[in-house]
């Protein structure tokens, strides 16, 4: 809980966009150990579009593509999308996973007002199970 708060105050503490989402992504990676690399989308809200993001990585994760497809799934349908373990999964999402290397994925909508403003988007690259269930609260 202390997260979303520092989080909070940090968008109204008049920071740019960019350096306090950037600052964000490091205090999830930093929380969430198990957390190779994350990203925060945000949504053009005038257009209900993709608008722009910032992500951050471990070194040794920095080159793996992200799991751009499940983002858009998120954004299309407004709820998260959690895979534990990739490899012990069935189905398209999988798959993809396992092209890409990722062990894990949480990828959830963020939502003020009833209106989806972004998703956050997490994995990790070189363990499964990275994500429990109440890390969907944050």
Known sequence: MQLLKDASELLVSGVPIRDA??????????ELNRVDRAAI????????????GVRTARPESEDSTLFHEGCQRVIAVKRPLMISNAKT???????????LK?????????????RMTGVIYL???????GFREDDLAL
């Open 21 to 30: 989402l950037k600052k964000i992504l490091q205090s999830i990676t930093e």
């Open 41 to 52: 989308v945000l949504m053009d809200l005038k257009q209900g579009d993709r608008g722009y």
């Open 89 to 99: 999964e069935e189905g398209d999402i999988a798959d993809t996973l396992k092209v």
């Open 102 to 114: 990722i062990q894990c994925v949480l990828c959830a909508p963020m939502i003020f007002a009833s």
């Open 123 to 129: 994995d990790s690259v070189h363990r499964p199970y």
